[in-house]
């Protein structure tokens, strides 16, 4: 018998606002606390289904902005016109993301299936990162920000250390939607240093 989690608070506050899933308030606090998302904005969501996030990014950077969702499954929600939806796997080849970039805003809370072994559930978590980590040096823009979940184990240190290469700025955040019992939390990368050359984006301009 699979055991079912009761309705939390944040469940039902999901529920009654026509959101997708309760993952939604962890981006709400993270976006309340780094300013991450505003009008124009380009944002690849990574990890996008059920659609929670997207449904909360899509009105926030309006018309002139716009959202990739990619997902190995589709998203459960009507999405407007300026979301995308990609159904791949984000291990997958990247090039093909390359026609929907560059981006302002590379976040993702991509999860692996858990096998409740923590350190082997730890280690795929951080795969998925290094891999929100090999997008954001391709496509996300200088002064660009980047989100990412990640179940802490051995390689969490060496992936912090990784994201302080590339952005000026490095926090790691426990959102109180984030359920106290759970190993994740989320690392923010801000201010995506920018290489010689990179592709200008409304990150950039809106700081000049
Ligand atoms: C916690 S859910 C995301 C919830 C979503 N942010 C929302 O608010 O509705 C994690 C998602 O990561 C996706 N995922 C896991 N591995 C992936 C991969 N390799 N490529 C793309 N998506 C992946 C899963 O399919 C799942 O939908």
Known sequence: MTYKRPADRYTKKAKSEGFAARSVYKLEEIDRR???????LRVLDLGAAPGSW???????????????AVDLEPLRVPVGPNVVALVMDALG????????????VVMSDMAPHTSGIAFADAARSEELVERVLDVSERLLVPGGTMVAKIFRGEGFEPLRARMRTLFDEVRLIKPEASRSESVEA???GIGRKGPAGAPEGAAKKDAT
Do not use: E, N, W
């Open 34 to 40: 780094t300013k991450l998302l505003r009008p124009g």
């Open 54 to 68: 997207t449904q909360y990014a899509a009105p926030k950077v309006g018309a002139k902005g716009k959202v990739v």
């Open 186 to 188: 989320f690392l923010v």
């Open 93 to 104: 080849d990247l090039s093909v993301l390359d026609p929907y970039g560059p981006f302002d």
